[in-house]
Structure formats: C-alpha cells, structure tokens
C-alpha cells in the first residue's frame, strides 16, 4: 500500500498585481512545513509539483529544509494538471456580470464605502462566482471552463497513480482546488457546487493524504496542519 500527501501551496500574495508569487508569511509557512516533514521523519520516494510559481516554490522551501538536514529529497516532476482552476481570472473577466446580482452589488458598495472590507467584501464574491460558475449557471470566455479543469486534474491524478509503486510514499505540491477535485474522486462526489466549496476550507500548506494499492485510491486524513501555530494560519 502507498500513500500520497497532497499538500496546499503556502500563503500567495492575494490582491498584488502577481497573485502567484508566496508572500512573506508563505515563505515561513513552508519552512514550518519543510521542519513537520523532518522532525515526523517523512520522506519521499517521488515528488510530482504543480507548474504554479507558487506551488513550486513552496516545494523549493520544503526541499532546501531537507538539504539542511542532509536528507534526500527527489526531484520534482512537473505535472500540467495539477495547476489551479481559472476562477481567479474568471471572477475579473465575468464582473460586469457579476454586478447585475443585487447581492454583489451590496457588496461592491460597501467596498467604495469602506475599503477595509475589500479582502473581505471579494472574498464574497469569489465565492459566490464559483457557487455559480461550477453550477454552469456563469460562462466566461476565454478561461477553461470548471467541467474541464476537472477532467485535466483526473489525468494528472492518473498520472500519478501509474508512477506510484506498491509501499511508495509520494508528495505532491498543488493547490486547494485541484485538491478538493481530488479528494471528490476519492469520496465520488458528484456535486459540483459542494466539489468548488470545498476549495474554501483547504488552508496554506496543509496536507490531505490518500493510500493507494490495487487501483483502490481511499482519502485517509484531509486539510491537516500541524506544523502551524495559530497566528500562522492562512486560507487565501
């Protein structure tokens, strides 16, 4: 039997002009993940990491602790499928759009009102995007649609599965949402809507693992983080 960590990228810079670059704090937390990893004597036999900047830095962090500590630490092998949905660019290109609901109205004012709430305020909306966008109910043109991001994340998970030998132990470095598609194939999840939700709950770093053997793939733990301190606990 093997058993796969997937972990959560660290903490990216919401907000900035480049989203896909970790912040300050997102360094540290992959240093306390790179450290959890050392101290519970957890080694890999394969590495897989996302094409994000920010899911491969995260890696390069964790990895450079093991360098530290005179640990073996396997070359990553990049798999295309493992990138993130297209909500973030989705959510910008399908605004105006956004606006005709009285709801996001609401929350678009109060953001002109208050720019204090603007973390808060898009949060809302992102989420309400996604409710409407893996629903079918919201096309945009020009970014993949939720239905094929699914499909591209069950070919990357493939991939996985047919390097993954009998008493492997795997780390991938992804994101919450490619995640939470996962973990649906695992628990045969068919609501699309509860599949996006579950995006929301995966905190920075964090690990969900699986165990694999005889093309059985069974979630064992998810959106672990026991290497963090409170006030280092991040969702976006």
Not at 85 to 96: F, I, M, R
Request: charged share 20%.
């Amino acid at each position: 039997m093997s058993k796969i960590y997937f972990f959560r990228h660290a903490q990216a810079s919401y907000l900035a002009n480049n989203y896909d670059k970790l912040s300050e704090k997102g360094e540290a937390q992959s240093a306390e993940l790179g450290k959890y990893l050392v101290d519970k004597k957890i080694q890999f036999d394969k590495i897989f990491v996302g094409p994000l900047e920010r899911q491969k830095h995260t890696c390069e962090i964790v990895s450079g602790i093991f360098a530290q500590n005179n640990l073996s630490f396997p070359s990553p092998v990049s798999i295309q499928e493992l990138k993130e949905h297209a909500g973030t660019e989705g959510v910008k290109l399908a605004y105006p759009q956004l606006l005709k609901n009285e709801q996001v109205r609401k929350w678009q004012q109060a953001i002109e009102a208050n720019p204090a709430l603007m973390k808060r305020n898009t949060l809302l909306i992102f989420q309400y995007f996604m409710n409407e966008w893996s629903a079918g109910n919201i096309r945009v043109e020009g970014i993949e649609p939720w239905l094929k991001f699914r499909s591209e994340v069950k070919k990357g998970l493939d991939t996985i599965l047919q390097n993954t030998d009998k008493g492997e132990t795997i780390a991938v470095f992804t994101s919450g949402g490619t995640i939470a598609s996962i973990a649906s194939e695992a628990l045969n999840m068919t609501d699309e809507t509860r599949i996006a939700a579950m995006n929301f709950s995966i905190r920075n770093t964090s690990f969900s693992s699986f165990l694999f053997s005889k093309n059985k793939f069974n979630l064992l733990s998810f959106n672990e983080l026991p290497h963090l301190s409170d006030d280092m606990i991040t969702f976006v």
